[in-house]
């Protein structure tokens, strides 16, 4: 496993120097860049820097654009690992090099663990730059909980990557990645927690942002990283977290196993 991991790192460091420029890391963080501005300017030109007592109900906070900013901050760095790992195979298949990584004994786990590891260098430069964007516009951490938050963002990253393989599944099934991981981007924008508590969504689409692992990460994340407050406050989340880990690792493991046998049968005999 560890050769397969240590290669695959070595092979996308490379090819991130050499084929993708700046452009690409600034197209990744615009969506979070995006919410940021809209947010501070909706707050204080159309809110008048005053929320009303639902959403703070709702959201268990006044601090609106802490709320937000800490939202965009997540979302930017969830999309980002979704697409690293979920785009792997098909990227492969659509490189040619598909059919010689799924004939050699490489381990899998490797494969996707050196892709993950390569790409969270790209992710925490992105991460480190909306947090100082955010900072700028309003973004209050001076109560963080170090350690709270990083055990919270291993969980969370943890049950992203389990989403992440299901993704990835789709994406071989329908031979596309542009309207499958879309679908999802915008659907994780409107039911997710991330501009608005999911309160304010009718009861009957709830359940859709339940499911999702953003939702109850976001949740955690404002607690620990915005409020300061300590592991115990979020445990609720975590069990989420871990209970969707349970669900959406095997699902995923299965179902990208069952579209390799199907990718090499259609397309390579």
Same mark, same amino acid.
């Given at each position: 496993m560890w050769l397969t991991f240590r290669a695959t790192f070595i092979r996308n460091f490379i090819t991130m120097k050499r084929a993708y420029p700046w452009s690409f890391f600034v197209g990744h963080i615009l969506t979070g860049v995006y919410l940021t501005l809209f947010a501070f300017l909706t707050y204080h030109y159309v809110f008048d820097q005053s929320m009303d007592g639902q959403f703070q109900s709702y959201a268990e906070t006044g601090d609106y654009l802490s709320y937000v900013i800490s939202g965009a901050l997540l979302y930017t760095f969830s999309v980002s690992l979704l697409m690293i790992v979920s785009r792997a195979?098909? #990227?492969?298949?659509? &490189?040619? #090099? $598909? &059919?010689? $990584? $799924? $004939?050699t004994p490489s381990s899998r786990k490797g494969y996707f663990l050196g892709y993950l590891s390569q790409g969270f260098m790209r992710m925490g430069i992105e991460f480190i730059a909306m947090l100082l964007l955010g900072a700028l516009f309003g973004l209050t951490f001076s109560n963080v909980n170090l350690l709270a938050t990083g055990t919270v963002l291993a969980v969370f990253i943890t049950c992203l990557f389990s989403q992440a393989l299901v993704l990835g599944g789709f994406m071989l099934q329908f031979r596309d990645t542009y309207l499958t991981q879309n679908t999802l981007f915008i659907l994780m924008g409107l039911v997710c927690s991330i501009t608005f508590p999911i309160e304010y969504l009718?009861?009957?689409v709830q359940w859709i942002g339940l499911i999702m692992p953003l939702t109850h990460g976001i949740d955690a994340f404002r607690d620990v990283f915005v409020e300061g407050a300590g592991i115990i406050a979020v445990r609720e989340s975590i069990y989420w977290l871990i209970g969707l880990t349970i669900i959406y690792f095997p699902v995923g493991s299965l179902f990208l196993q069952r579209m390799e046998r199907t990718v090499l049968e259609k397309h390579f005999g």
């Open positions: 195979l098909i #990227t492969e298949l659509r &490189e040619g #090099t $598909l &059919e010689a $990584l $799924l $004939l009718p009861q009957s």
